[in-house]
């Protein structure tokens, strides 16, 4: 089969045997397939990893007839979540699966959808109803991974909340948060230009677009003086940190979703003096995200910007890197 | 009268004028205060400030003859609150009057407690009771801002809690928690071969005296591969929020106390993928830490290790900064 395999620093296509899946395993015949901003970071050689590696970690496809259970037949339309656990380590006993000690991730540390074929565990599957198309299912892991941020740190009903960065993970955030019925939800970008983001940002619930820069001046305008109680760290800069910690009021929370790899620099006596709460948060509930797209209580409506086949990888990527696209998916 | 003015970037004893105080003010002629961390990254030009200014922010006193209320007469034994809050700005009126948008902190943006006297706000005062002896007293303003750990999120009974600096505020840090009961309570230093310390360290709860090198092999041994639930950052050192994320466990919490001033460079992506919660906390709640120092839940004894007058400020800084004092106070 054909996989994009990412090898001593580099990309690149190559054909490697279809895997053979063990008895707890299912093997998915890949569809789609979404470029996510984790990827980015590995492909750039920001995030470190164990190579050699097939990337992809948001993948919708169908149960390959190799495959298949009683609960989920061959031919199943599928998503997997992207954490494989050892199951009896002692983070996987104390209730912290997907922070097992011997934890394997889909397309980080094995191999992943960015091919024709993967190999997942088939505790990992979950079914995707009819109404839910092939592209919007390309979307439950982020939107799972949008929604993990509200169970790390719950957003009270009636806060203020500033989504900054307004990318293809923080226009689903943008849309879990508004769910939560914020009095204020803002979202924060430098790319302030970019007319069909900001309009993107606006249609799906954010009442106003600020510009970064202005951070300061925001919180004067619209909280008066006094900071968001919520703010989301969605820009994969690793800079952002010091514009939250402005954005924020005093013991508020700086939720970061960023993976970026790379080391960040900021004003942590800041955030002491400010008793600010940093809330990391990583991947989430799929059911509750497969919920929400079923509901049409989040909409992936102009998210996909562009599609590329895996010979197109380079491309894909290029485009993925470039503000004027947002979801860039690999059809398979 | 004497001052030990911070100006132009250097610490000097000057005269100056005795403080003439406001009606909401009171005058406290002080008797101890001692040196904190904060002071020494003040002094060492880390920690900037708008200078130039009387340092010192945890002193006890008597309320001056020229001053004094019906609740708090002149001769009262006293201590006093640090920020002196608006009352009025939009942070006050939400309750947040520690986070006033015009704040002053003693010591820090307006006269401290260095000096013969200092004037502060009436509202600020707390009374010393008679069993709680001058030094013990001294303790009163970081063992409150120990307490706001607890308060800023809370450490569950019977949780594992890790100690990262045994230091003048680490030491009471320790006291703190094991009042919240934890099953396990271990401190962390770099001073592993200081005996005073571990020894002090033990003696005032920690069931271990732990390295900061052997942070990983500490994690594997004491909490079975897990890692601490809690662990609290009091090193003033701004490369250890990186060993904090080695010792805490997936969606544990990292209660940050330094303000060291210095930016901090640190793995926010491990942060994100273990899920972690990183919670800063400043100025507590004044009459906990009386009550505490009162019922003898707190022990000071062999925290102060030297004492100065104000004269001799250089060497006190120089002491304080000493990997083997602990808390040096001045006696004015």
């Keep these: 089969m054909q996989a994009l395999v990412f090898s001593h620093g580099k990309l690149a296509l190559r054909r490697i045997e279809k895997p053979v899946p063990k008895k707890t395993e299912a093997i998915i015949r890949v569809r789609k397939a979404g470029i996510c901003g984790t990827d980015i970071s590995i492909a750039s050689g920001d995030y470190k990893i164990i190579a ?22 061959s031919g199943s339309r599928v998503v997997s979540e992207i954490n494989v656990s050892c199951g009896v380590c002692n983070l996987c006993k104390s209730g912290l699966r997907n922070h097992c000690s011997k934890i394997c991730t889909i397309g980080i540390t094995r191999n992943g959808g960015f091919a024709d074929y993967l190999s997942t565990p088939i ?36 806060s203020t909340c500033a989504v900054v960065g307004v990318g293809r993970l923080g226009l689903l955030i943008l849309q879990v948060l508004k769910i939560q019925e914020p009095k204020l939800l803002v979202a924060v970008t430098n790319h302030t230009r ?33 900071g968001f109680d919520n703010v989301v760290e969605a820009t ?17 929370t700086i939720h970061v979703k960023s993976t970026h790899g ?30 929400l797209l079923k509901e049409r209580r989040v909409s992936t409506e102009g998210l996909i910007t562009d599609r590329f086949g895996l ?19 690999f059809v398979i």
Excluded: W, Y
Aim: charge should be neutral.
């Design 311 to 329: 010979e197109e990888f380079r491309k894909a990527f290029m485009k993925a890197k470039s503000p004027e696209s947002i979801k860039v998916i």
């Design 52 to 73: 050699p590696v097939v990337l992809g970690h948001e993948v919708f496809g169908e149960v390959d007839e190799s495959s298949g259970t009683s609960k989920i037949p």
């Design 123 to 158: 505790e990992n599957l979950h079914l995707i109803p009819d109404s839910i198309s092939d592209e919007e299912a390309v979307f439950v892991e982020p939107l799972a991974a949008a929604i993990q941020l509200t169970k790390m740190a719950s957003i009270r009903k009636g």
């Design 262 to 291: 790379v080391p960040v620099n900021f004003d942590l006596t800041k955030a002491v003096v400010k008793e600010v709460k940093i809330q990391g948060s990583r991947c989430g509930p799929f059911e509750e995200a497969i919920t």
């Design 236 to 252: 994969g800069n690793p800079r952002a940190l010091d514009f939250a910690l402005e954005l924020v009021r005093p013991r508020g």
């Design 194 to 226: 970019n007319r069909k983001r900001c309009n993107l940002a606006r249609s799906l619930g954010a009442h106003e677009v600020l510009s970064l820069e202005g951070a300061r001046e925001s919180v004067e305008r619209f909280t008066k003086g006094i």
